[in-house]
């Protein structure tokens, strides 16, 4: 995550605002007079808890999220508006790359940790030690040796000290050892960790695993016991400044394209099970380290696709962690307590992604599976079923549904659940469906406590984060995430588009031909983004001689270069070959206005609900509220459209 996105997620835009202006509660948003325009009759000026945005509908017509509003009250650039924002939410600033040192520092612990998977990878494949730990993986797991040289598998020698001689033979300190968690520092009897002490290798007689950053480089280890007197079964490296184990998704480099390729990804729970899949073609495979999956994780995948599987082992203990889920579900609805991450349906929500569980046969791995039969895989795959429904049958296995108690008891545990369904109809389709499993009258289901509505009964003036989003509206989604995604995809077509620019032009001709305007930096509304945009258009500006990427390097500012490098060596999200580079544009831009329309369109909709019938509020947001269908009508035609233009031709 990037210090932008850490700053946002930490600083509340509602008691920002309210810091200068006197802001009133409509529905689940604040409204109040604009504080840049001259106004005294209309509050225009909207603060969106919800997507953690402003917007003024008056005659500004701007919006932005936490950064733009401070540099706009501040008349400050920027910087100055992160630095503020930083301190406020107690977000250390450190400066990217005005400093080698800490990425050359990055790129030695990497250096080190390629020689420890060497290392290992030798022992394994050369050392006659390694002899039993290949005919485990070879032999009981069914690796091929190919596998074992795509995954760089290893073994770790039954010795103290095989691993640190070695890298300090290599030239690397004690502290580096340290640093990347591949030995343990010895301890006293309170288990205080002696300063100077004798350190040791971390693992001993074990398979060894090298775990990858979503770039490939070697951050941590899982190892595996090959004694089985050994314990514990599986140990992982421990937090290192390379390694974060919640932000870690185990063969992610390896899986990306072939997420794409299937529009899906498979958690499974094991390393070892992500190895044999990718051998037998499913490289659509990841697991994460041992943890539920967390949102980092969960958007690290949305980038690559919607579509996510959870394959839970089908033994008690994978029984009791879906059990416990729910009871984590039910905690968090039941609790005042906002922002809970922890559990599926809200990760699924918020995130506007698809989650499905499906269960491995009891006593059985997806390795032994997979290797057995490559067909039975994909048919337990295509069993994966959504949240709820899961739940709903993994509550009834091997109960008696005929008994009344066991009927009340599952509709305890399940309509909690489906009243976090964000989605009506779908709500209402869960709660058919569960009438129909326990066989009994849907009427008997009533959404308990749902009259407990967001804020509700909230003194507090200003609740910090509005709570899971129950309204029937069908379209649900965290406007926050989404148009950063599709800011950043843009910008990413529109760096490669660079090559040509000149071409840019007809993208604008288009726009103007249906009556809208062309496009500028105002399409970019995340401040970081809106900062690399605004560089991208100044460079069209330049002399014609001037290398136009070279002038965007040269400018970019340095509190967005994080983001910028970042996108800059992402190949778009969607890209389409078949489609020339400025339709793509062209269209991405035409979607993702038509989508703020939309949730500008069901923003003032619910404003005019809140406001007083005959009001001024309420005739200035239907004046605003026609401006916003009368854009929206022309976007339409332009998308109709936008398949019968012929841009060679320009027309
Ligand atoms: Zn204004």
Same mark, same amino acid.
């Given at each position: 995550?990037?210090?932008?996105?850490?700053?946002?997620?930490?600083?509340?835009?509602?008691?920002?605002?309210?810091?200068?202006?006197?802001?009133?509660?409509?529905?689940?948003?604040?409204?109040?007079?604009?504080?840049?325009?001259?106004?005294?009759?209309?509050?225009?000026?909207?603060?969106?808890?919800?997507?953690?945005? *402003?917007?003024?509908?008056?005659?500004?017509?701007?919006?932005?999220?936490?950064?733009?509003?401070?540099?706009?009250?501040?008349?400050?650039?920027?910087?100055? +508006?992160?630095?503020?924002?930083?301190?406020?939410?107690?977000?250390?600033?450190?400066?990217?790359?005005?400093?080698?040192?800490?990425?050359?520092?990055?790129?030695?612990?990497?250096?080190?940790?390629?020689?420890?998977?060497?290392?290992?990878?030798?022992?394994?494949?050369?050392?006659?030690?390694?002899?039993?730990?290949?005919?485990?993986?070879?032999?009981?797991?069914?690796?091929?040796?190919?596998?074992?040289?795509?995954?760089?598998?290893?073994?770790?020698?039954?010795? *103290?000290?095989?691993?640190?001689?070695? /890298?300090?033979?290599?030239?690397?300190?004690?502290?580096?050892?340290?640093?990347?968690?591949?030995?343990?520092?010895?301890?006293?009897?309170?288990?205080?960790?002696?300063?100077?002490?004798?350190?040791?290798?971390?693992?001993?007689?074990?398979?060894?695993?090298?775990?990858?950053?979503?770039?490939?480089?070697?951050?941590?280890?899982?190892?595996?016991?090959?004694?089985?007197?050994?314990?514990?079964?599986?140990?992982?490296?421990?937090?290192?400044? /390379?390694?974060?184990?919640?932000?870690?998704?185990?063969?992610?480099?390896?899986?990306?394209?072939?997420?794409?390729?299937?529009?899906?990804?498979?958690?499974?729970?094991?390393?070892?099970?992500?190895?044999?899949?990718?051998?037998?073609?499913?490289?659509?495979?990841?697991?994460?380290?041992?943890?539920?999956?967390?949102?980092?994780?969960?958007?690290?995948?949305?980038?690559?696709?919607?579509?996510?599987?959870?394959?839970?082992?089908?033994?008690?203990?994978?029984?009791?962690? +879906?059990?416990?889920?729910?009871?984590?579900?039910?905690?968090?609805?039941?609790?005042?307590?906002?922002?809970?991450?922890?559990?599926?349906?809200?990760?699924?929500?918020?995130?506007?992604?698809?989650?499905?569980?499906?269960?491995?046969?009891?006593?059985?791995?997806?390795?032994?599976?997979?290797?057995?039969?490559?067909?039975? *895989?994909?048919?337990?795959?295509?069993?994966?079923?959504?949240?709820?429904?899961?739940?709903?049958?993994?509550?009834?296995?091997?109960?008696?549904?005929?008994?009344?108690?066991?009927?009340?008891?599952? +509709?305890?545990?399940?309509?909690?659940?489906?009243?976090?369904?964000?989605?009506?109809?779908?709500?209402?389709?869960?709660?058919?469906?569960?009438?129909?499993?326990?066989?009994?009258?849907?009427?008997?289901?009533?959404?308990?406590?749902?009259?407990?509505?967001?804020?509700?009964?909230?003194?507090?003036?200003?609740?910090?984060?509005?709570?899971?989003?129950?309204?029937?509206?069908?379209?649900?989604?965290?406007?926050?995430?989404?148009?950063?995604?599709?800011?950043?995809?843009?910008?990413?077509?529109?760096?490669?588009?660079?090559?040509?620019?000149?071409?840019?032009?007809?993208?604008?001709?288009?726009?103007?031909?249906?009556?809208?305007?062309?496009?500028?930096?105002?399409?970019?509304?995340?401040?970081?983004?809106?900062?690399?945009?605004?560089?991208?258009?100044?460079?069209?500006?330049?002399?014609?001689?001037?290398?136009?990427?070279?002038?965007?390097?040269?400018?970019?500012?340095?509190?967005?270069?994080?983001?910028?490098?970042?996108?800059?060596?992402?190949?778009?999200?969607?890209?389409?070959?078949?489609?020339?580079?400025?339709?793509?544009?062209?269209?991405?831009?035409?979607?993702?206005?038509?989508?703020?329309?939309?949730?500008?369109?069901?923003?003032?909709?619910?404003?005019?609900?809140?406001?007083?019938?005959?009001?001024?509020?309420?005739?200035?947001?239907?004046?605003?509220?026609?401006?916003?269908?009368?854009?929206?009508?022309?976007?339409?035609?332009?998308?109709?459209?936008?398949?019968?233009?012929?841009?060679?031709?320009?027309?």
């Amino acid at each position: 995550m990037s210090q932008v996105d850490d700053i946002k997620n930490q600083v509340d835009i509602v008691d920002l605002v309210s810091e200068t202006v006197n802001l009133r509660r409509t529905g689940k948003n604040y409204i109040g007079f604009c504080p840049f325009h001259e106004n005294t009759r209309t509050p225009s000026f909207v603060v969106f808890p919800d997507s953690g945005t *402003w917007r003024c509908f008056g005659q500004c017509a701007e919006g932005g999220d936490v950064f733009s509003y401070v540099m706009k009250r501040d008349g400050c650039d920027f910087q100055t +508006a992160l630095e503020l924002l930083a301190k406020k939410a107690g977000v250390e600033l450190t400066p990217y790359n005005r400093d080698d040192k800490p990425k050359e520092e990055k790129q030695h612990l990497y250096d080190l940790m390629n020689e420890a998977v060497s290392y290992f990878h030798n022992n394994l494949t050369q050392h006659p030690a390694g002899k039993p730990a290949l005919e485990f993986l070879t032999g009981k797991r069914g690796l091929k040796p190919q596998t074992i040289e795509k995954f760089r598998l290893g073994y770790a020698l039954p010795s *103290w000290d095989g691993l640190t001689q070695h /890298l300090l033979g290599k030239g690397y300190t004690r502290q580096d050892l340290i640093d990347t968690g591949v030995v343990s520092e010895q301890r006293d009897d309170k288990g205080e960790v002696i300063p100077n002490g004798r350190i040791y290798d971390r693992f001993r007689n074990r398979v060894m695993i090298p775990i990858n950053d979503s770039r490939g480089n070697p951050i941590a280890f899982g190892a595996r016991i090959l004694d089985p007197n050994d314990s514990p079964k599986f140990l992982n490296s421990p937090q290192t400044v /390379l390694f974060d184990k919640g932000k870690t998704l185990f063969a992610l480099n390896e899986a990306r394209s072939a997420i794409r390729e299937k529009d899906q990804v498979v958690l499974v729970e094991g390393y070892m099970d992500v190895i044999v899949l990718h051998q037998e073609g499913f490289a659509n495979t990841v697991c994460p380290m041992g943890t539920a999956l967390t949102d980092f994780q969960a958007k690290q995948l949305t980038r690559q696709t919607k579509h996510i599987v959870l394959a839970l082992d089908g033994d008690a203990a994978g029984y009791h962690a +879906a059990v416990k889920d729910i009871d984590i579900i039910r905690e968090a609805s039941a609790s005042e307590t906002p922002g809970d991450t922890k559990n599926l349906l809200r990760q699924e929500n918020r995130l506007n992604v698809d989650i499905r569980i499906v269960t491995i046969p009891e006593g059985l791995d997806p390795d032994e599976v997979v290797l057995e039969n490559h067909e039975a *895989w994909e048919e337990i795959i295509q069993t994966a079923k959504p949240i709820v429904i899961h739940m709903m049958e993994t509550l009834a296995k091997g109960r008696d549904l005929d008994d009344a108690k066991t009927k009340s008891e599952i +509709a305890a545990k399940i309509m909690p659940l489906i009243r976090e369904v964000p989605n009506a109809i779908e709500r209402e389709t869960y709660r058919q469906q569960l009438a129909r499993f326990l066989d009994i009258d849907e009427s008997l289901l009533t959404y308990t406590g749902q009259t407990v509505s967001p804020g509700s009964g909230n003194k507090r003036a200003f609740p910090a984060k509005p709570r899971l989003k129950t309204t029937s509206d069908a379209m649900v989604f965290d406007p926050k995430d989404s148009f950063y995604n599709k800011e950043n995809e843009i910008l990413r077509c529109l760096y490669r588009y660079y090559d040509n620019p000149g071409s840019l032009a007809a993208i604008d001709r288009k726009l103007r031909k249906f009556h809208l305007e062309a496009m500028s930096p105002m399409d970019f509304n995340q401040t970081d983004l809106h900062e690399i945009a605004s560089v991208y258009f100044r460079a069209l500006d330049q002399d014609e001689e001037l290398d136009t990427k070279a002038f965007i390097e040269k400018n970019i500012p340095e509190s967005v270069q994080d983001t910028f490098f970042a996108l800059k060596n992402k190949r778009p999200d969607n890209l389409n070959e078949t489609l020339e580079l400025d339709e793509e544009i062209l269209r991405s831009v035409a979607f993702m206005r038509q989508e703020k329309c939309e949730y500008d369109k069901s923003e003032l909709q619910s404003l005019l609900e809140g406001s007083e019938p005959g009001s001024e509020d309420m005739r200035n947001f239907e004046t605003m509220l026609d401006r916003t269908l009368q854009r929206r009508r022309q976007l339409d035609i332009l998308i109709d459209n936008i398949n019968m233009i012929d841009f060679r031709n320009g027309k």
